[in-house]
């Protein structure tokens, strides 16, 4: 009988071995699982133990193993060229692909927004580009007030400003003091 055991800080990593269900990282569980089963039948008195033990408790090898993995996350590790299993490259993971895609798409439409006209109107409202989320401003509002607020924030509000600007009236000026009737910020 072969007895070995491997000592990890990280209790997701342990369940993840159990679990079979398709998620990010399965190929790296299923070529462990191979692994294994191929280990199994050269020995089969060999069995495997995993233990979680606390971050950074006297376990050898452990500080290592959290300077690798903290370089893994800040991508400050091996290229991806370089990281294989059975001397295959590892293929890119798609939720990965999809993160960085929607990161990189959110920065370069922040960009474009925050010099847009329209950005930098609403900008004087609320510095944070329009999200999923209710913008703070709208908070506590009604939604009288919120539809006006709207309005304000993006220039279509029945001022003469507007009104002018779409050819409904004449002239921005008011009828009663002759000044431009439109919103200031």
Known sequence: MIDVAV?????????????LVPKSGQLITDAIHKALAKLHKRRPGFRL??????????????????LHAKKAAAREASPLATCTINGEPLPISAAALCATCKQDSLRQWQCRWADSPRGLRYAKFDSAPPSAKVPRMYHRLCRAQAVVLTQLCTGHVALNQYLHRIGALDSLMCVRCGEPELVEL
């Not at 000592?7 to 679990?19: E, P, V, Y």
């Not at 133990?49 to 050898?60: A, I, N, Q, S």
């Open 7 to 19: 000592c990890l800080d990280n209790q997701s990593a342990i369940a993840r071995t159990d679990d």
């Open 49 to 66: 133990r995993l233990f979680w033990v606390p971050g950074h408790e006297g376990v050898d090898g452990n500080e290592l193993a959290d």
